[in-house]
């Protein structure tokens, strides 16, 4: 298994960025495919973006491309959000997840991921 701790989260104003990080411990972190999800209360966990195992292919939900870029380095077993141009309907609690499947259109399924951190929170004022 693969333990996952989310960080960088915080209070900021729209328009500005901010990089989520997700640290991974437990086993060789380039045997997972890796996404973020966020979550609002009341509401269900939608899919942000997703990685596949070298790092070579992304996926995106359309509301944050062009503006988030999902990234990892295997080598650190870490995996990255930079999210620019934040707005107010991005405030949520993010969360990292692992798949041990290959990157395909599943990833985008909450279902999907075996493993989860517990959050950090992004929190956009305007």
């Known amino acids: 298994q693969v333990q996952l701790e989310e960080s960088g989260g915080g209070l900021v104003q729209a328009g500005d960025s901010l990089r989520l990080s997700c640290a991974a411990a437990?086993?060789?972190?380039?045997?997972?495919?890796m996404a973020w999800f966020r979550q609002i209360p009341g509401k269900e966990r939608e899919f942000v973006a997703a990685?596949?195992?070298?790092?070579?292919?992304?996926k995106y939900t359309g509301s944050v491309k062009g503006r988030f870029t999902i990234s990892r380095d295997n080598a650190n077993s870490r995996l990255y959000l930079q999210m620019n141009s934040l707005k107010p309907e991005d405030a949520a609690v993010y969360y990292c997840?692992?798949?041990?499947?290959?990157?395909?259109?599943?990833?985008?399924?909450?279902?999907?991921?075996?493993?989860w951190g517990r959050g950090t929170q992004v929190t956009v004022s305007s």
């Open positions: 997840a692992a798949d041990s499947s290959i990157l395909s259109s599943r990833s985008t399924w909450r279902g999907s991921y075996s493993y």
């Open positions: 990685i596949n195992r070298g790092g070579e292919h992304t």
């Open positions: 437990g086993r060789t972190f380039s045997d997972y495919t």
